[in-house]
């Protein structure tokens, strides 16, 4: 059985930082490529970073470009998100999901599709940007 859940969200003020994490259980975690996404009922779901099964390779929107970073510890079965200068658009529940499928990073671009067979989700960490 798969286990995935993220942790770390929270109040912080627009142009704060937060640091997301997501723990992973029940598979082979560095056999899996990782992804962020966000989801608000006015924006829908949408990807925010992408990282590889070694954590060689990594991808960003431009929405976040420069602003969010994703690492990966694989001994620890975890991956990070930290995020910069967050603005109140981007306040939303954060999502921890795995990629197991070819163009794993092209479904977080929207270029590719994303498999639902292919993923295991948490249940995601609220992050309210707010002055």
């Known amino acids: 059985q798969v286990q995935v859940m993220e942790s770390g969200g929270g109040l912080v003020q627009p142009g704060g930082s937060l640091n997301l994490s997501c723990s992973v259980s029940?598979?082979?975690?560095?056999?899996?490529?990782m992804g962020w996404f966000r989801q608000t009922p006015e924006n829908g779901r949408e990807g925010v970073s992408c990282i590889s099964y070694s954590g060689g390779s990594t991808y960003y929107p431009d929405s976040v470009k420069g602003r969010f970073l994703i690492s990966r510890d694989n001994a620890k079965n975890t991956v990070f998100l930290q995020m910069k200068n967050l603005k109140t658009e981007e306040a939303a529940v954060y999502y921890c999901?795995?990629?197991?499928?070819?163009?794993?990073?092209?479904?977080?671009?929207?270029?590719?599709?994303?498999?639902?067979?292919?993923?295991?989700w948490g249940q995601g960490t609220q992050v309210t940007v707010s002055s």
């Open positions: 999901t795995t990629l197991a499928q070819r163009r794993y990073c092209a479904a977080v671009a929207g270029t590719g599709a994303l498999k639902d067979e292919f993923t295991h």
């Open positions: 029940g598979l082979t975690f560095g056999g899996s490529a």
